[in-house]
Each structure stands twice: as C-alpha cells, then as structure tokens.
C-alpha cells in the first residue's frame, strides 16, 4: 500500500482561500465531494477532534482526521495554504500543508492509522515541506507522493 493510491487529482487543492481553522476546515472537506449534508457533519465531526487537541504537527503540517459515518471507505486529501495560516500547531508556526483523513467507524482494511503514520513520515523528509511549496498542478503532488512517499 503506497500512499499515492489514496489521493485522486479532484481531492487536491494547491490554494486553499480560507482565512479561519473553522473556514479552512471546511474547504478541505469540500475536496471530498460529498453531498452537504454529510459535508455539515463531517466538519463538526473534524471541529471536535480539532478542540480535543490540534492536529498541527509540526514543520507547516497539519493531518485533521476522524471517523465518521458518512465515509464508506478511507477518504484523503491535500489542501495548500500557501501564506500559512495559524492551525495550532504543536510548534507554534503557521501551517501551510494539510493532509485530510476520514475513515469510516469500522474499517475491514483497517489502514487508518497506517496512512496516518505515512503522512507524518512524508512531511518528516526534509525535502518534502519545501518541495511542496513549488509544486504548481495537482499532478506534480501525485508525482511527488509516488517518488518520496512510503
């Protein structure tokens, strides 16, 4: 299981508008494109995991993720807020990457946590943040996540 097989060019987004965690949230949920409704409940499902404690981990990177019932298989995207916004993060600087994941509650596959722990070991190459900064298509962060991602 290589981390590229969960993203799709349409779950990517290089300029994320949003100015709020709340806002930002929000659009990254957009990405998923699911009906409004479930978008409704996935971002309050994502608020309450936020305000238990931020899932900024670091370095510019943010990975929000939960279980929730309107996903009926593991669901990823990637959002880039290219000026940085204040997410929290455990280090105090503005995030500028965020990985989205959303997993239903009971998941045969059970590749939740492992694609979590895939994502914090991307974020961690130090050529990574950077390399993330200048890509400029959807597809050169396909490209990127089939040649540094585990």
Known sequence: MKLREFFTEE???LDLQADTKDDLLKELVRLLRLDPKSEGILFKTLRRRENLGSTGIGKGLAIPHCRSLVANRLRLA???????????????????HFF??????????N???????????????????????TITTPREFLDLLEERAP
């Open 11 to 13: 779950a990517v987004s």
């Open 78 to 96: 990637y959002g880039r807020k290219p000026r940085g916004i204040d997410f929290k993060a455990i280090d105090g600087a503005p995030v500028y």
């Open 100 to 109: 989205l994941i959303v997993a239903p509650p009971l998941e045969v596959s």
């Open 111 to 133: 590749q939740y946590l492992p694609v979590l722990g895939k994502i914090a070991q991307f974020g961690k190459d130090p050529a990574v943040p950077a390399t993330l900064q």
